[in-house]
């Protein structure tokens, strides 16, 4: 066991409160990280908000990087001392996993929202009772996390923890669904709807690959102006007229639409603004949505559901760390440094729109 500090939810909805808990030795199949950043994502957010009253106390928080500090007997990929990212937990073995596309492992719910491993049991206690862990294979808000070793990526040891800790996540999520499911040609056009951290690796994933014109959709005036200054031609605010202007902007309508909000009625203006034979990409959280599919079916396009941007991170995380120090993936702009214990702070700048991507760091 090791004596560890965890931000707690106590019961759906409450404030995180950092607390100590006991962690648990790493099994053979897994590995204990010092945690040396973690992000905060509306996930967690709106997570912890709807969790299940019978999964608490819970330890959220999927966004982390640190160092190896011990690795069970049959780990072989990462080794004590290496520098890593955590990204969410997959079996390996089932059919979506052996083709590449762990996001959509069979076993995906019991080992990355079940409240604990696959096999019901956390390693995460407190003063002897069970606390619930597990989340996303990791729940890194803590000073230490016992992980899969499927759910460590190795990156360099002087990549900032700042940067490291977003790529498991958001950063992954937003620029795989670029890279990875969209794949646009240089050129095509493509609307970013939503200027938090998902949407903004979108847009910096489709500069990066040449998309001409790239258009971002956010209220929040600081988000539109970081998103002009990552390469966007232009930048709104939503309200009436914003349909007619994105299909004016984009040559009457867009290739791509990545929706990141998560809200009905910006799915479905994300249809209007696409030209005939676009692709829609929906990667928010949200309700349900109601679409005309004989209007879909006359443009033809295209609907696709994405899951932490249908990525490998073992191949993925790496190639975005080969965009960021080439200058093309500048995930560092949209970060902002809270302490651990100030998590309450973090949690409440990204709720006011005046942080796009809080990072918890660890002294």
């Known amino acids: 066991m090791r004596r560890v500090r965890a931000a707690v939810t106590e019961t759906p909805g409450a404030p995180f409160t950092v607390r100590d808990a006991d962690l648990e030795d790493p099994r053979p199949d897994e590995v ?6 973690v992000g905060i994502c509306h996930t967690d957010l709106g997570m912890r908000d709807t969790w299940p009253r ?17 690795v069970g007997a049959e780990v072989t990929g990462v080794a004590p001392g290496d520098h890593v990212c955590l990204s969410f937990a997959s079996c390996g073995t089932c059919e979506q996993c052996a083709a590449g596309h762990p996001a959509y492992c069979h ?17 995460l206690s407190r003063e002897g009772m069970p ?13 230490h996390a016992v992980v899969h070793e499927r759910g460590v990526v190795r990156v360099p040891s002087d990549l900032p923890a700042a940067v490291a800790a977003p790529l498991g996540c958001s950063g992954q999520t ?61 930048a709104l605010a939503p309200g009436d007229g914003l349909v007619p202007a994105l299909r004016d902007l984009t040559g009457g309508g867009a290739h ?9 009625e910006m799915a479905r203006r994300a249809v209007g603004a696409l030209r005939p034979r676009g692709a829609l990409a929906l990667l928010g959280i949200g309700g349900e ?14 609907v696709h559901g994405v899951l932490e941007g249908d990525s490998d991170p073992g191949r993925f995380i790496p190639e975005l760390v080969g965009l960021h120090r080439r200058g093309l993936f500048p995930l560092d702009r949209l970060v902002t440094t809270f302490p651990f214990e100030d998590i309450g702070a973090a949690v409440a700048a990204m709720g006011d729109g005046s942080v796009v991507k809080p990072v918890l760091t660890f002294a």
């Open 54 to 70: 019978r999964l608490t106390p819970m330890v959220f928080g999927h966004e982390g990087a640190g160092r190896v500090e011990a």
């Open 289 to 302: 949505v109601t679409f005309d599919v004989m209007g879909l079916l006359a443009q033809g396009v295209r």
């Open 32 to 37: 204990r990280v010092r945690m040396t950043a």
């Open 107 to 123: 076993a995906a719910h019991d080992r990355n929202l079940s409240g604990g491993r696959a096999d019901g049991t956390s390693p």
């Open 256 to 264: 791509h639409v990545v929706e990141t909000t998560g809200r009905p």
């Open 131 to 143: 606390l619930h862990g597990g989340f996303f294979g990791q729940s890194s808000f803590a000073t």
């Open 174 to 234: 937003g620029a795989g669904t670029v890279l990875n499911r969209l794949r646009p040609e240089p050129g095509s056009s493509l609307i970013v709807l939503g200027a938090g951290g998902v949407g903004l690796s979108a847009l910096m994933a489709a500069v990066a690959v040449g998309c001409r014109p790239v258009v971002a959709v956010d209220p929040v005036a600081s988000r539109r102006a970081l998103a002009v200054e990552l390469g966007a031609e232009a």
